[in-house]
C-alpha cells in the first residue's frame, strides 16, 4: 500500500516515513516464533491521510497475513454488506483507513486459536498513526480489542454495541463480522434493525463529505 503520489505536503511525507517504519517493525519477531505458526512479522499497513472512515479492528488474520490486504474474505464481505460500500469502495485510500490493534498477525496457539494482539504494536505505533488520519469523519471500532483501546470500553462487547447511540459523536462499535458471530446476530435482531441502517448512512455521508 501506498499514499498518494505526485506532489506532496510535508505531512504526507511524514506520514510515509511512518508507514515505513511501521513495515519495517520486528518489535514481536521473538513472540511470533514462539507461536504454533513459527511465523515473521510482516505488518498489514492500509493507510492514507485521505482517508474519511476508520476501521479499528484486532488483528490480520492468517488470509490477511498471507495477502497482505485487510478483511479480503467472507468477514471482509459481511462488513461490506454492513456498511453497504461495494468492494471497490472499501479498498479505495481515499475512502478506508484500517488500524488493527496489531498490524501483524498474532499466530495461533497450541490448540489452533487466535493468540490475542500483542499491546505494544497500539502502544507502539496508534496515536502516531491517528495524528496522520487528519481527515477522518467516522470510525468503526470493531471488536471488544478496539472498543477498551480506543473507546475505553469495559463492559462486554453485546453492551458496548447495544449502547452504540451512547458512543461519543463519529464513532460505531460493531461485533466482528466473523461467521463465527452469526448466532450472535440471530440473538440480537435490533444490531440489523436498528443499527445497520444508521451505519450505511454515516458511511455514505462519510464518503460524500470533502469529496475532491
Known amino acids: 500500500m501506498r499514499v498518494a503520489?505526485?506532489?506532496?505536503?510535508?505531512?504526507?511525507?511524514?506520514?510515509q516515513e511512518l508507514l515505513s517504519d511501521i513495515r519495517a517493525c520486528r518489535l514481536c519477531a521473538a513472540r511470533f516464533a514462539a507461536t504454533r505458526t513459527r511465523h515473521g512479522p510482516?505488518?498489514?499497513?492500509?493507510?492514507?491521510?485521505?482517508?474519511?472512515?476508520?476501521?479499528?479492528?484486532?488483528?490480520?488474520?492468517?488470509q490477511a497475513h498471507e495477502k497482505q490486504r485487510p478483511f479480503d474474505d467472507r468477514s471482509g464481505d459481511r462488513l461490506r454488506d454492513w456498511m453497504g460500500v461495494t468492494r471497490e469502495e472499501f479498498y479505495d485510500l481515499a475512502n478506508l483507513a484500517f488500524l488493527p490493534a496489531a498490524f501483524c498477525f498474532p499466530g495461533y496457539d497450541a490448540r489452533g486459536s487466535d493468540l490475542p494482539p500483542p499491546k505494544l504494536c497500539a502502544e507502539t505505533w496508534h496515536a502516531q498513526v491517528l495524528k496522520g488520519l487528519p481527515g477522518l469523519r467516522l470510525?468503526?471500532?470493531i471488536g471488544a480489542y478496539s472498543q477498551r483501546f480506543h473507546m475505553g470500553s469495559r463492559a462486554s462487547l453485546t453492551e458496548t454495541v447495544s449502547r452504540w447511540r451512547e458512543a461519543p459523536p463519529g464513532v460505531i462499535p460493531?461485533?466482528?463480522?466473523?461467521?463465527?458471530?452469526?448466532?450472535?446476530l440471530k440473538r440480537n435482531p435490533w444490531f440489523e434493525t436498528e443499527?445497520?441502517?444508521?451505519?450505511?448512512?454515516q458511511v455514505r455521508k462519510a464518503l460524500s463529505?470533502?469529496?475532491e
Open 5 to 15: 503520489s505526485g506532489r506532496q505536503s510535508p505531512q504526507i511525507g511524514r506520514v
Open 42 to 62: 510482516a505488518p498489514v499497513v492500509w493507510l492514507d491521510p485521505r482517508a474519511r472512515i476508520l476501521i479499528a479492528g484486532q488483528a490480520p488474520g492468517l
Open 139 to 141: 470510525r468503526l471500532m
Open 174 to 184: 460493531l461485533p466482528h463480522p466473523s461467521w463465527r458471530n452469526t448466532a450472535w
Open 195 to 201: 443499527l445497520l441502517p444508521v451505519l450505511r448512512q
Open 209 to 211: 463529505r470533502g469529496k
